[in-house]
């Protein structure tokens, strides 16, 4: 056993640092490999399983076999849709949210001005919000990203922002929003 460790540090002598060089990129390539490329594997080899489930699911589903998942019905999903909306009865709370999160990036928000409408086809409200506003750009902006992230079923439809002068920090506009709300 001693002999071949002899034989190995001579070897390693002979060919000097290119060898060595060499034998720690080898290392380093398969602790990429064990680190960086094994979960990715592992990864992929449970997506193509989770694939062969998913068709042999729609195999017994079109045989009818197994009932088809509760997620897969249109009508279901619409149903889930509109239970995620917030209730008509909360667009008072949801517009205390706005004014709260205004009030965090001390933005001015003058009185607005709002709109009820009802679609009759759906069970859908619609509350349109247009609110005049000033501050810096990067408050409105931190404001808009907020509001979108706490309430995401309000959509900003349209931002009008204006300066007096170049120089001004300040921006005055007004921005038009509308809350969609679940009747049901």
Known sequence: MRVHSLLLQERLRAFGW??????GLILASLLYAL????????????????????ERLLRDVERGIAPAPAQALPGRQLDDFHQRLP????????????????????I?????????????????????????VSG?????????????????????????LQR?????????GRIRMTLYLSRS
Do not use: N
Request: net charge neutral; hydrophobic share 45%; glycine share 6%.
């Open 35 to 54: 680190a960086g490329l094994w979960p990715a594997w592992r990864t992929d080899a449970e997506l193509a399983d989770r694939s062969q489930q998913a």
């Open 164 to 172: 007096k002068r170049i120089a001004d920090a300040q921006l005055s």
């Open 87 to 106: 209730a008509q009865l909360q667009a008072t709370q949801a517009l205390d949210r706005i004014y709260v999160l205004a009030g965090r990036e001390h």
């Open 108 to 132: 001015t928000l003058a009185r607005g001005e709002y709109a009820l409408g009802i679609d009759p086809q759906t069970r859908l409200a619609r509350y349109q919000i247009v609110l005049p």
């Open 136 to 160: 810096s750009y990067a408050q409105l902006r931190r404001f808009l990203h907020a509001v979108g992230r706490e309430l995401p079923a309000l959509v900003l439809e349209d931002l009008d």
């Open 18 to 23: 290119p060898a060595l060089a060499g034998a």
